[in-house]
């Protein structure tokens, strides 16, 4: 038989759920704060975004995922923006990797990067500069 739930328990349960909306709350404030909006405004769209995420998701279980894939897609693209054609060893460094291992990691990069300008792009239609595809032959 399970037991109720002692009284404490419910209060650490409430308290962490505060800790969680209250800390959200913060971030938000900051990240625009950062981005020049003035502090009353951010307060105000924190407030509000943790009011839309509490009210929304009410009662539901959410688990955050960690998301690796793409925080590796934002090494994958600071590696390919510091790569200017004639760095690859400085790159290479950056990243503590072999010239070979960079190489080839700006290879498939350069590969996927083509094939999502080929999947938005419609049939015969050319990039902005006019080229009929990314130039990444080169690694």
Known sequence: MRRPPLKNEISRALLKRHELLAELCDVVERELVDLGTPADTARIVGAAVVD??????AGQVVSFPKDEYYRLTLKELEAWDMYT?????????????TPRGMRKLLRRIGERIKAQCKAQAAPGQ????GKPEPETEEL
């Not at 839309?52 to 998701?57: E, K, P, R, T, V």
């Not at 054609?85 to 990797?97: E, K, P, S």
């Open 126 to 129: 050319g990039d902005l500069l």
């Open 85 to 97: 054609g004639n760095n690859l060893d400085q790159v290479a460094r950056h990243f503590m990797m």
């Open 52 to 57: 839309f995420l509490s009210c929304y998701w």
